[in-house]
């Protein structure tokens, strides 16, 4: 068993014991990835996957940000976003939501777009890991890589399920995006390169054995490739990530909106390998997302077929 996950583990087996709960072997679950998709029956209507969004803190718009992600992804797919948004541009803020015994029932899958650099509570971090150590999926956003990484080695829990490092970024300009996995069904639709209205590239410090990078960015600062997009496995906790988003234009975009989407719907299991979700779950239909004080996407950029 992998050393790493071993350790990850070891992190979260003091708090659960400290809450009366059991730990479950995760190397005796069969992971979901090789699995075949279900789609719903003719006829059968599905309940939307619910998605909880965390949101909040340092330095980015995340009221305009979490309208960008609720409705976006409701277009494209049939997914139900709930937001909780805290911190008020503080980084040590402490999400009330996490305090919550068993925060993430009722949801099919976490979104992470916070900005808590300066929360240290292990205890506190432990809470979080702990529901998706036991299979709750995650989308991780931009800043959401370098929330807790202050928190000594209980960050390294956070990465881990992550699944790649960042504590640094370069010098804000556009990225140059390249699809270096164009066969993975999160990325059928992406084009092969991408330049971003705006950006801000994470340096990528480690990448975690069970993470698959799927894009890459120059930086020109480092003078190396970092990892922008990926998928993640955890045990059997299935995870996407990326680190554009730092703008609102380049969360706007067709192209971050439809593998974000793709990202989603990959970790529930909603995702067939052309890159379109199962039957049941397609979207509303796409169209501009106003947002107060920027103009929306013009109806020429968006996308005539699905």
Same mark, same amino acid.
């Given at each position: 068993m992998d050393q790493s996950l071993n350790k990850t583990r070891a992190f979260l087996a003091i708090a659960m014991l400290g809450c009366g709960v059991v730990a479950i072997s995760l190397g005796n679950v069969a992971s979901a990835q090789g699995e075949q998709p279900a789609s719903a029956k003719a006829g059968e209507s599905v309940a939307p996957i619910r998605a909880l969004l965390i949101s909040g803190g340092c330095c980015h718009d995340y009221p305009r940000q979490g309208i960008i992600i609720s409705k976006g992804l409701a277009q494209r797919a049939r997914i139900q976003v709930d937001v909780v948004?805290?911190? *008020?541009?503080?980084?040590?803020?402490?999400?009330?939501?996490?305090?919550?015994a068993n925060w993430a029932d009722g949801y099919d899958v976490i979104i992470h777009?916070?900005?808590?650099? *300066?929360?240290?509570?292990?205890?506190? =971090?432990?809470? =979080?890991?702990?529901?998706?150590?036991?299979?709750?999926?995650? =989308?991780?956003?931009?800043?959401?890589?370098?929330?807790?990484?202050?928190?000594?080695? =209980?960050? *390294?829990?956070?990465r881990e399920l992550i699944g790649v490092t960042s504590r640094r970024h370069e010098s804000a300009r556009p990225e140059n995006v390249v699809n270096i996995m164009p066969q993975h069904p999160v990325m059928k639709g992406f084009p092969e390169k991408w330049t971003t209205p705006n950006g801000e590239l994470y340096v990528i410090e480690k990448v975690w054995p069970n993470c698959t990078p799927l894009a890459?960015?120059?930086?020109?600062?480092?003078?190396?490739e970092h990892p922008v997009i990926w998928v993640n496995t955890l045990g059997k906790t299935k995870v996407f990530g990326t680190t554009l988003g730092h703008h609102n234009e380049t969360m706007l975009s067709e192209e971050w909106l439809g593998v974000v989407t793709r990202g989603v719907l990959w970790t529930v299991d909603k995702l067939q390998e052309n890159g379109q979700p199962v039957s049941g779950y397609e979207g509303s239909g796409i169209a501009p997302i106003e947002l107060p004080g920027l103009k929306p996407i013009p109806e020429k950029s968006l996308p005539t077929t699905r």
């Open positions: 948004e805290e911190g *008020d541009g503080k980084k040590d803020h402490q999400v009330s939501k996490y305090n919550e777009n916070e900005c808590f650099g *300066d929360v240290k509570d292990e205890a506190f =971090i432990r809470k =979080i890991l702990k529901a998706h150590m036991e299979g709750k999926p995650a =989308i991780f956003i931009h800043c959401s890589m370098h929330s807790y990484r202050n928190a000594g080695d =209980i960050a *390294d829990g956070w890459t960015a120059f930086g020109p600062q480092t003078k190396a």
